[in-house]
């Protein structure tokens, strides 16, 4: 095939604590062929790295011919430092604490790779594939409540890096000052009040205390509970279950606000698992938003302010791509390279 008619080819991996999903991707065919694998943490960070990049190649030899690789996008568990691509004590990947990512990929693969935080591409996806793109906006702010809490930041159509790739952690915004204990060692982060392993941990605590007996029931019948168990009690009625992703979407609506009153942007994106149960979440947010963030109350939609906002005013909405932002964001990385954003020293 002649070079001027060559497709443009990324690979995309997603890395995960439990699994770890490498694709091909062209823009005109999205996901060619996906290879998913299981994190092998007990191996430590060399031999997954090793994992990785044989499923690259593989993806390479199978796509590669006729194709124009574009590069390859990888979105990782944070704390990241960039553009060192290395990583600090992160949660979801115990053991990695200074690993050089980045540095390690690039001596196996001999080839340039990309490098952000789950949470920035995850962000990317939305910004390019989804909602950004169905609203027509240039900047979002999207939290991704799942195991932990992350947070991407896209600002006139740059990924937000701040000085050391760090910016973007509303994860570990202060919601209650004496609140349960996070990973990161702060008390009453986001994270802590608003993830799937907070939800869980919220209603351990009930059922430890002998209270939420259809929950304590629930706990006795299948064993740990999981937020998507949680999520069926509240669809079911149960007020324990309730009252847990009422109390998550206050604190979900706390950490909104301040951002709201700080960046002022047309869209806030809420992804993760956490997210699906938007209408068991959600009427607590907005209550907190119109409480606690003037700039919501004047430029929500249908608003004075709103006026003249790209989408009819601050939306605050769940994301759209689900599950497959992640990979997506990856795959779609090295398409967006040249537009990162960071704080000049
Ligand atoms: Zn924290």
Redesign the pocket.
């Known amino acids: 095939m002649a070079l001027e008619n060559a497709q443009v080819l990324t690979i995309g991996i997603d890395l995960g604590g439990t699994n770890l999903r490498v694709a091909a991707y062209t823009p005109e065919h999205g996901v060619l062929n996906s290879i998913t694998l299981r994190t092998r943490l007990e191996a430590g960070p060399p031999a997954v790295v090793d994992d990785m990049c044989d499923a690259i190649r593989e993806l390479l030899h199978q796509y590669e011919e006729g194709r124009e690789l574009a590069g390859i996008g990888v979105g990782s568990p944070g704390p990241l430092e960039l553009p060192a691509g290395r990583l600090h004590h992160p949660p979801n990947l115990p053991g990695w604490d200074g690993f050089p990512l980045l540095e390690e990929m690039e001596k196996r693969l001999q080839r340039p790779v990309l490098l952000e935080s789950d949470a920035n591409v995850a962000a990317l996806a939305e910004y390019a594939l989804g909602l950004g793109k169905q609203l027509g906006v240039e900047s979002l702010c999207m939290l991704t409540l799942g195991t932990g809490v992350g947070n991407g930041i896209i600002l006139n159509g740059k990924l937000w890096h701040g000085a050391t790739g760090m910016g973007g952690e509303a ?2 915004m202060t919601i209650h000052p004496d609140g349960p204990l ?3 060692g ?1 008390n009453g ?1 986001l ?2 009040c608003a993830s799937a392993t907070a939800l869980v941990n919220a209603a351990e605590r009930l059922i430890a205390a002998g209270k939420a007996p259809g929950l304590a029931l629930m706990n006795s019948e299948r064993g740990p509970l999981t937020a998507r168990d949680l999520a069926e009690a509240a669809q079911l009625g149960d007020a324990d279950a309730r009252e847990i992703y009422a109390e998550t979407g206050r604190a979900l609506g706390i950490c909104l606000a301040g951002l709201i009153n700080i960046l002022n942007l047309p869209l806030y994106v809420v992804g993760g698992g956490v997210a699906n149960s938007w209408d068991l979440l959600s009427p607590a947010m907005f209550r907190e938003l119109e409480r606690r963030s003037y700039v919501y109350a004047l430029t929500a939609p249908g608003r004075p302010a709103s006026k003249g906002m790209p989408c009819g005013g601050t939306q605050v909405l769940p994301a759209k791509l689900g599950a497959e932002a992640g990979l997506l964001g990856a795959c779609i990385l090295p398409l967006y390279s040249l537009q990162a954003s960071s704080v000049s020293a």
């Open positions: 994860g570990h996070c990973g990161c702060n982060c994270e802590a």
